[in-house]
């Protein structure tokens, strides 16, 4: 079992993915020659030749030629270098990539796998650092998952290249040159779907996804040194999303936060306390999104960090929702 960094984790699910799917391309900006502007795609092109290859700086060719190219037999793993450049590229995501099974009525599939990634690092500013899963979660036809270690980093992307239909596997830069953990790269493709239980606790359940979940963790521990037992739900895929779980441990704790770094308001957070509401779930407490205010990401490092939950804010905010607890 080899130790692999996040990012090392993408390149070993890539290969893996080049020698078993011989539809699959991978193309972006940058990605065949330099390999990658964060070197995940590195060592592709010499090995798999002309299936890896730079393009133009134009994510609505990348995403409209993927989208063909899926239609017709080719399995396209194309990468976006950051989220905030998807915009560009929306109609060919949303009314096309996300159509094609729904308007050939079943005839046509569109199995298209969208490697980006997003979120702040230092002085990435603003048009570098928004999290936008939410936006692609309204999207009917669209898969999104959100990867946080390594393991899940190369199992995510060989589910979502296995699948059918297209998928946005959304990654973290701050997490591609982390720790190196032990990685199976042997094992069967998984399923969509799915939670995972990262620690339990009988006080407060804290769900979260991506790189935020290792700071939810961090104040977890912490929580727990003040008397605090916080369960740690994280939800790797966010589409399909494992709605039960969820409603089984707010059940339990009777207390839930939702943690992300994205905006707060219309933060998938929002629809996650939705369906526990809406499932009748009998709470101690009104439930709480922590996340970003509504504010532009701002380019110096140290402001941009004070906007962003960190483990002091979210044990404020958690100790806040114990104290207010009915």
């Keep these: 079992?080899?130790?692999?960094?996040?990012?090392?984790?993408?390149?070993?699910?890539?290969?893996?993915?080049?020698e078993e799917l011989p539809e699959t391309l991978v193309y972006g900006e940058d990605v065949a020659l330099p390999g990658g502007v964060?070197?995940?795609?590195?060592?592709?092109?010499?090995?798999?030749?002309?299936?890896?290859?730079?393009?133009?700086?134009?994510?609505?060719?990348?995403?409209?030629?993927?989208?063909?190219?899926?239609?017709?037999?080719?399995?396209?793993?194309?990468?976006?270098?950051w989220a905030d450049f998807s915009l560009v590229a929306l109609d060919q995501i949303v009314n096309q990539a996300a159509n094609v099974r729904y308007v050939s009525g079943g005839r046509l599939r569109a199995p298209l796998t969208i490697r980006t990634q997003q979120g702040n690092a230092?002085?990435?500013?603003?048009?570098?650092?928004?999290?936008?899963?939410?936006?692609f979660l309204?999207?009917?036809?669209?898969?999104?998952?959100?990867?946080?270690?390594?393991?899940?980093?190369?199992?995510?992307?060989?589910?979502?290249?296995?699948?059918?239909?297209?998928?946005?596997?959304?990654?973290?830069r701050t997490l591609y040159f982390g720790p190196k953990e032990p990685v199976t790269t042997d094992g069967p493709v998984r399923p969509m779907g799915g939670a995972r239980t990262r620690r339990t606790g009988s006080d407060v359940t804290l769900v979260t996804w991506g790189a935020m979940t290792h700071r939810v963790l961090a104040a977890a521990e912490a929580l727990a040194r003040d008397g605090v037992e916080a369960e740690v739900l994280e939800t790797p895929w966010l589409n399909p999303f494992d709605t039960e779980?969820?409603?089984?441990?707010?059940?339990?704790?009777?207390?839930?936060?939702?943690?992300?770094?994205?905006?707060?308001?219309?933060?998938?957070?929002?629809?996650?306390?939705?369906?526990?509401?809406?499932?009748?779930v009998a709470l101690a407490a009104p439930p709480i999104r922590i996340g970003a205010p509504d504010v532009r990401m701002p380019a110096a490092p140290v402001l941009a960090q004070?906007?962003?939950?960190?483990?002091?804010?979210?044990?404020?905010?958690?100790?806040?929702?114990i104290a207010g607890a009915r």
């Design 1 to 18: 079992m080899p130790e692999l960094s996040y990012g090392e984790a993408v390149n070993a699910a890539l290969h893996r993915l080049m």
């Design 38 to 81: 964060f070197g995940v795609t590195r060592g592709l092109r010499k090995r798999y030749g002309d299936r890896v290859f730079d393009t133009p700086i134009s994510e609505s060719a990348i995403l409209g030629s993927a989208v063909g190219a899926a239609m017709f037999g080719r399995r396209p793993i194309v990468e976006i270098m």
């Design 122 to 135: 230092p002085g990435a500013c603003a048009q570098h650092s928004q999290c936008l899963e939410a936006l």
């Design 138 to 172: 309204h999207v009917p036809g669209l898969r999104v998952c959100m990867p946080s270690t390594p393991q899940d980093a190369y199992d995510l992307l060989v589910t979502a290249v296995h699948a059918d239909d297209p998928v946005l596997v959304v990654e973290n």
């Design 245 to 280: 779980a969820v409603i089984e441990s707010a059940r339990r704790t009777r207390r839930l936060a939702v943690v992300h770094e994205a905006n707060v308001t219309g933060g998938f957070g929002a629809e996650v306390v939705a369906r526990v509401a809406g499932a009748g």
């Design 306 to 321: 004070a906007l962003i939950p960190d483990a002091a804010r979210i044990i404020e905010d958690v100790k806040g929702l």
